[in-house]
């Protein structure tokens, strides 16, 4: 058959993602990479903490979901041929969700059988499965759950191409996805682009992460002696594939979760694959720019299986390949103003013989590259990515809108073939005012409707502020607002009480509470907190970033003083029993805390944060103080997998 792609739709159990928080994400959600020591080689050079960002403002924090599912109907993007059909979800990041091998009737990916968010993503909410494209900051993507331009244009040999792009925030680029399939072509290909069209380097950062079935008797193939780990309090460079006695290869034989880098040669082809006990699986490969390939493995303790079955509901367990622009991802990469960086990736079938699969990691890598005709196959690609570039800067016709904000900004001739259009009625009020340095001037019951102020445009605001808004709260709330995201927080702190003296509004008390927070002015910021939260007792994310302040403030005592004065269904929010019941366990009432933490079953948190152990602590430390000895954390609250 001919190549094709449709659009269409599907039916999927999931959770209610809910709205973005209220608030801007001013003190940002726990990061593990950015927490790391390094012991490495002189010759290394992985950028260690480039790029790093403490929260993910401009983009807000999704923190509003439940873990209640309902058949719901999302949009597929679908492109088949006779030995490949991929279905993508656009309104999820772009998500590449299944990846079908016709002739064997075989998923080469671990596709989720429920779409369930946890908080693992630089906004807070995120889902396993499929193949997520990662880029601008590390972690996972903050365009991970939003819909992203979908288009359609085609080869000049007329096999249709599924375009997807967006303009990326926080680093300023837009990048577009194009994917297509070939004729009796049992590879997806999939071209990529990043645009920096800014006159500064920019920190870049992308990862393709692949969900795949973590099999009994699988393997992984890559072509790497070296990886970057973490272990003993500091990531360093190891030997493959024994680490501490352990052939990571066999990933089921990993204990507990990690990740492995895999420091692959310059001029090797880049690769890797994960095959089950037979040798069939999932291969990828790509072009040079994509250097870098990565094992994640939740592995394989008590801890490791809660997180499993939390994300998931009968699904299975799956492990991560990935593949990376950086040797890792401790750090960004520099990327040159007025660049554009393009490379491609493709994703298939792989079938190794038993006497391949049986050799060592070595022997293994070596056969398994001469089998696959690995170094024609890389050769080949790079050659169709330098022949589809005419195809790249195509204009495409527009099948989905995504954002707005790639409209307000002005494109230059590296991405001018982008069709970005304003259709929110928020970023159009906006638009007014880069135009007439007006600021509109809503009522303060309303949210915030967007936060586009930052270094590029500060001093803009700054003048406007003189000219024609220095009677407007919102303004100077605003103002406060990018002050704090350059570190200015004296500057901050005076903008945000002109806006209190102006109009009392909750926004600027939460914002003057993070400025007296990071100052170390605890009392201050709770009393900010609580009055911004006396303002917003109905809105469950400027709670649950209330009990969040005064929690890191030490505050338990008021704390339970306002849970006390909440609703019935704010009461119910299981965030904010945790602080509650944490806030009680500091005060010594143990008795208490504990019959609400194993009230109804057990306190389950549905956004517990990757690699936090909030719950098994509290539960030790309550119990141990209650019966007087330790005992074995309950599998209901054990989430340290690390």
Not at 100 to 116: A, I, M
Not at 243 to 267: A, L, N, Q, R, W
Not at 285 to 306: E, H
Request: net charge negative; proline share 5%; with cysteine.
């Amino acid at each position: 058959m001919k190549p094709k792609l449709e659009f269409a739709k599907k039916k999927i159990r999931m959770a209610v993602l809910g709205e973005e928080s209220s608030v801007p994400d001013l003190l940002g959600e726990r990061i593990l990479q950015n927490e790391l020591e390094f012991c490495l080689e002189e010759d290394d050079e992985i950028y260690e903490g480039y790029g790093r960002k403490s929260s993910a403002y401009p983009y807000r924090q999704y923190n509003d979901y439940t873990r209640e599912l309902s058949e719901r109907e999302i949009r597929t993007a679908v492109l088949e041929n006779d030995c490949l059909k991929a279905v993508f979800l656009p309104e999820y990041g772009g998500r590449l969700w299944e990846l079908w091998d016709k002739k064997q009737g075989r998923n080469l990916l671990y596709t989720n059988d429920v779409l369930r968010f946890s908080n693992l993503a630089v906004r807070n909410a995120w889902f396993s499965g499929g193949v997520e494209w990662n880029i601008g900051i590390i972690g996972h993507s903050p365009l991970t759950t939003e819909p992203l331009y979908t288009a359609e244009t085609e080869l000049e040999n007329g096999i249709p191409v599924l375009r997807m792009y967006e303009y990326e925030r926080i680093r300023g680029v837009p990048y577009q996805m194009d994917f297509w399939l070939e004729p009796d072509s049992p590879f997806l290909n999939c071209r990529m682009r990043i645009v920096n069209e800014r006159s500064e380097v920019v920190p870049m950062y992308w990862w393709s992460n692949m969900a795949v079935c973590e099999y009994e008797g699988g393997r992984i193939i890559v072509p790497a002696e070296k990886a970057f780990t973490f272990g003993d309090g500091a990531v360093y460079k190891t030997s493959l594939p024994f680490v501490k006695g352990i052939d990571i290869t066999d990933y089921k034989k990993i204990p507990k979760s990690t990740d492995y880098f895999f420091d692959i040669p310059e001029k090797s082809p880049k690769y890797i694959a994960n095959v089950d006990r037979t040798g069939y699986g999932l291969l990828q490969v790509s072009t040079a720019r994509l250097r870098a390939r990565k094992l994640f493995s939740w592995g394989n303790g008590d801890a490791s299986d809660r997180w499993q079955e939390f994300l998931t509901d009968q699904a299975g367990r799956y492990v991560e390949i990935q593949a990376g622009i950086g040797k890792t991802q401790y750090g960004c990469v520099p990327m040159a103003p007025h660049t554009a960086w393009e490379w491609m990736e493709q994703y298939g079938p792989v079938k190794i013989s038993p006497e391949t699969l049986s050799l060592g990691h070595p022997e293994r890598t070596a056969w398994f590259a001469e089998e696959q005709g690995i170094l024609s196959v890389w050769e080949n690609m790079e050659k169709k990515l330098a022949e589809t570039k005419p195809m790249a800067r195509n204009r495409a016709a527009v099948v989905f809108p995504g954002s707005g904000y790639g409209a307000l900004k002005k494109q230059g001739k590296l991405s001018k073939h982008l069709e970005f259009t304003v259709k929110e009625e928020s970023l159009e009020k906006w638009r007014t005012f880069f135009e007439t340095s007006k600021l509109h001037c809503p009522p303060p019951s309303l949210r915030p409707d967007e936060f586009l102020i930052d270094g590029d445009n500060l001093d803009f605001f700054k003048k406007s502020l003189k000219r024609e808004n220095d009677k407007n709260w919102y303004a100077h709330y605003h103002m406060g607002i990018g002050y704090f995201t350059e570190g200015k927080y004296k500057k901050a702190g005076k903008e945000l009480e002109r806006s209190l003296s102006l109009t009392e509004n909750p926004w600027a008390f939460h914002a003057l509470s993070c400025v007296c927070f990071v100052q170390g002015k605890t009392r201050r910021a709770s009393e900010y907190m609580i009055k911004g939260m006396e303002m917003r007792r109905a809105d469950h994310s400027y709670l649950k970033e209330g009990f969040k302040v005064l929690s890191l403030c030490g505050s338990d005592q008021a704390i339970c003083d306002f849970y006390e004065t909440l609703d019935a269904e704010e009461r119910k929010i299981s965030k904010l029993r945790f602080y509650l019941i944490r806030a009680l366990y500091h005060l010594g009432k143990d008795k208490e805390a504990y019959e609400l933490l194993e009230q109804n079953g057990g306190l389950e948190m549905e956004d517990i944060r990757e690699g936090e152990d909030s719950l098994a602590q509290l539960w030790s430390g309550l119990y141990q103080n209650l019966y007087g000895e330790k005992k074995e954390i309950p599998h209901k609250y054990n989430f340290k997998a690390y």
